[in-house]
């Protein structure tokens, strides 16, 4: 969004005016900070229920908003926040350390892998590779409310599903926000088989941010999608790749041996088990050069 510059601002820095001169600009300068009202913004002020236009006044793909729809949004990311400060399961009860990861560690770390391995495979293959960051994003977002739930913690699959499907939807119902998305509605679609009554279909090419997170994490959770064999692959390398950096640490009170054995050639991808392989083969190193030390010692 250009600003209009204030002429009479003594204040601006050189390299500003650098910029300025650089090139040619003569009112559209957005100045290094600034002030500005709603309404200068082009955002009336509101009161309860009254719509917000987001955007220019002359776009077509301005998305309207009001103080409920806020509300709701800023109730989603408060909740959201509990990732944040829930640790992870499995590390709890293993009392591995020095610090136990929470779940929106693990997340964001798989996010970072996905978009790299999307990104290194896109070239050679159909990935998505911004479906397959939103993806990793979006995958343990249920766990918000149900906790990290292992195959320790005494409840059963089907259970698990059903508690985090009712977390999802429950989530995902407060981010009502519509918006132009015809390439991921039309994905979303042909993921959930034309038959989920959740999926988003406010009118012709028209998604909702809800029903755009429900049908990541949907489509996460069966799996069958390229982009969704290569999340659940980065979401199992980064839980042994935690577990080597924890074993590296040096203070854990308990094996991680587990951790490795129930992945080792579960890949879906190639790249899946290249990146295995590699993770596998530093521990060996690791382990290896321990076992000579201790020789060494005695």
Request: with cysteine.
């Amino acid at each position: 969004m250009a600003m209009r510059r204030d002429d009479n601002n003594s204040n601006t820095s050189n390299h500003q005016r650098n910029i300025e001169r650089a090139n040619d600009v003569d009112d559209t300068v957005l100045a290094p900070s600034f002030s500005i009202s709603m309404s200068e913004a082009g955002v009336a002020e509101t009161g309860p229920g009254t719509e917000v236009g987001i955007g220019s006044s002359s776009s077509s793909s301005s998305t309207t908003l009001t103080s409920s729809t806020v509300k709701n949004t800023i109730d989603f990311l408060m909740l959201a926040r509990n990732l944040k400060t829930i640790p992870r399961t499995g590390w709890v009860l293993q009392n591995a350390g020095p610090r136990i990861e929470s779940i929106a560690d693990h997340s964001w770390r798989i996010s970072l892998m996905s978009f790299i391995s999307a990104s290194s495979l896109s070239s050679s293959s159909s990935f998505d590779t911004n479906r397959c960051i939103k993806m990793a994003l979006v995958h343990d977002l249920a766990e918000a409310t149900v906790g990290d739930i292992t195959p320790h913690c005494g409840i059963s699959t089907d259970e698990k599903h059903a508690k985090e499907l009712h977390a999802i939807i429950e989530m995902t119902s407060k981010l009502s926000i519509s918006y132009e998305n015809e390439n991921d509605h039309a994905k979303d679609e042909q993921s959930n088989d034309n038959n989920d009554n959740n999926s988003s279909n406010s009118g012709s090419g028209r998604s909702t941010i809800g029903s755009e997170i429900y049908g990541l994490w949907k489509e996460y959770e069966e799996g069958r999608t390229e982009e969704a064999k290569l999340v659940k692959d980065m979401d199992k390398l980064e839980m042994i790749l935690q577990a080597l950096e924890y074993e590296q640490d040096g203070k854990n009170e308990k094996s991680l041996d587990g951790f490795f054995d129930t992945t080792r050639d579960q890949w879906k991808t190639p790249i899946g088990r290249a990146w295995g392989k590699e993770i596998e083969s530093r521990r060996r190193k690791k382990k290896n050069q321990q076992q000579q030390e201790e020789k060494e010692i005695n």
